[in-house]
């Protein structure tokens, strides 16, 4: 590896849609822009992904529904063993938390835990699930729930569980194994929560709303798992031209700024914060650089953001302008029906 490379992406992508499962791809640290490497469809629907630990996780975005392991010292990355169902239907996440890889369930609104080996694998026969209860005002999307998001806070206490389908954020304990619904956060009907991110103090998440294009900022007690709704704001300046999905919160490592990707209007959207990380501001929006952006993701050294362009099959890079937090286009790959981007540690 050349001096100018920082590392590796690694990107899902839905094979059902033509896409060819993990894209790898070199980062270079100059410029962020990304070189493909190679690419295994071995797991259907990959269409998310997590790096834990020197493995990569994958979810396979399927009626049945599973998650593997793979290796990242190899090119493609290599299944460590076969895949592990999870028992619920239609996986959209994975996270890694207490040894256990978790996943969110949004077909059969549920989430479940599976305990990793020495190795990394996931255990079926240790799998717990946590089903989910309850439904929304919106009359095609919420008529069941639909668990989007299972996420780890910065304490490692607890896991957050984000539901479009009820409105409301569910947090979770892990107790031997077993999932326990700890409390459940109610959001205003018909806002559809999609995907949360926190603030690097830790005290304030921001939730993400599909079926609106909004961000809610709630307040975060880790001590005693509590979070508390406090403002909803646009994340689009004026009414949407037609439709608009948001899809993804990112929030910068230094807490100024964060980031909102909105699909049909196709721009990433721009929030300055204050000091405490409390107020956010929608300050411009840019075009995301294709069509459908499903995921936004920094590097690591939070330089360069990403956007997976799903409907145009493209991984578009941005650099980070440290003032504003203005992100300007570079580039772009091709990844047909690209759905998310991860880097390796």
Known sequence: MSGRQAGRAHIG??????????????????????????????????????????????????????????????????????????????PTHVSVWNGHVLTANYGSGSVTALPLRPDGTPDGAGRDVLRHTGSGPHPQRQQAPHAHQIVPDPSGRWALGVDLGTDSVRICALTDGRLTLHREAPLRPGSGPRHLAFHPSGGYAYVLNELSPTLTVCRWDAEDGTLKPLTETPILAGTPRGDAYPSEVVVAPDGRHLWAATRGEDVISVLSLDPTGETPTLTTTVPCGGNWPRDLALDPSGRFLYAANERSGDVTWFTVEPGTGVPVRGGSVRVPAASCVVFDA
């Open 13 to 90: 992508s839905f094979t059902a849609a033509g896409g060819r499962g993990i894209v790898t791809a070199d980062l270079d640290a100059r410029d962020g822009s990304l070189t493909v490497l190679g690419s295994t469809d071995a797991l259907p629907d990959p269409s998310y992904l997590a790096v834990a630990d020197g493995l990569l996780y994958a979810v396979s975005e399927t009626p049945d529904g599973a998650v593997a392991a793979f290796r990242t010292d190899t090119v493609p990355p290599a299944l460590t063993a076969p895949p592990v169902l999870v028992d619920g239907a239609g």
